[in-house]
């Protein structure tokens, strides 16, 4: 399967724990995205890589939430001190050029206990 | 403020039956307009559209913008049971640094009764 890929599929974690997940991109796609999604609404933007290069992040990112792509392909997304309300499915995408698609991945759903 | 909003919300229609979907968008430097189907899974792909007035076709989906109006219309006929998920409208939010996070819609979730 050469779509975009994400681990863990589920995470379930005590308030207060660090949690980091993992995303796969498509292997000739440079650009990296990461959502997060609540029940009930749209997927909300959170940051965006070029190559290694984190060009944009969203407000939503608070000091707790830090994203790395450091060879330009897999990219990690920690949660430091988790609290409740970081409780959703963080969904990653990717694609090829500024005006292409984005595809996602299956997300990581992360419940904050 | 950037902002997409569909409608309806929620939809429940019998199988064979057709039905359009909403999407109306304000964004400054708009671009492009993408839809994408959610069942209990990721976003698929659907269409991405840039031109008004030009339809895209997949099967018994179809698409439409309107630029002038700031609009877009998805259309599904002859719905099957499969069809059942939540369909969510986005639009690219282009920023000096050259990301284009997508801003989405709060989704339509149809419902297709057998």
């Known amino acids: 399967d050469t779509g975009v890929s994400q681990d863990p599929r589920h995470k379930i974690t005590k308030r207060g724990q660090n949690v980091t997940f993992r995303c796969d991109p498509i292997?000739?796609?440079?650009?990296l995205y990461w959502y997060r999604q609540t029940l009930g609404q749209g997927p909300e933007f959170l940051t965006y890589?070029?190559?290694?290069?984190?060009?944009?992040k969203s407000r939503l990112l608070s000091d707790r939430f830090s994203a790395e792509r450091p060879k330009g392909s897999f990219s990690t997304l920690e949660i430091q001190r988790t609290e409740q309300g970081d409780s959703a499915m963080y969904l990653c995408?990717?694609?090829?050029?500024?005006?292409?698609?984005?595809?996602f991945g299956p997300g990581t759903r992360l419940t904050v206990l | 403020e950037d902002k997409v909003v569909q409608s309806p919300l929620s939809l429940v229609v019998h199988e064979g039956d057709t039905v359009t979907l909403n999407c109306s968008y304000e964004?400054?430097?708009?671009?492009?307009l993408l839809w994408y189907k959610q069942e209990k899974k990721a976003p698929t792909f659907l269409f991405m559209l840039?031109?008004?007035?030009i339809e895209k076709k997949s099967g018994r989906l179809s698409s439409i913008l309107d630029k002038k109006e700031l609009f877009s219309i998805l259309n599904i006929t002859a719905t099957q049971t499969g069809d059942s998920a939540i369909y969510l409208c986005?639009?690219?939010?282009?920023?000096?640094?050259?990301?284009?996070?997508?801003?989405f819609g709060k989704g339509t979730h149809l419902i297709i009764q057998p």
């Open positions: 292997s000739e796609h440079n650009r």
């Open positions: 986005a639009v690219p939010l282009y920023s000096g640094g050259g990301a284009d996070g997508l801003t």
């Open positions: 890589f070029q190559n290694e290069a984190q060009l944009e």
């Open positions: 840039t031109s008004s007035g």
């Open positions: 995408a990717s694609s090829l050029s500024v005006r292409s698609e984005q595809f």
């Open positions: 964004v400054t430097n708009f671009r492009s």
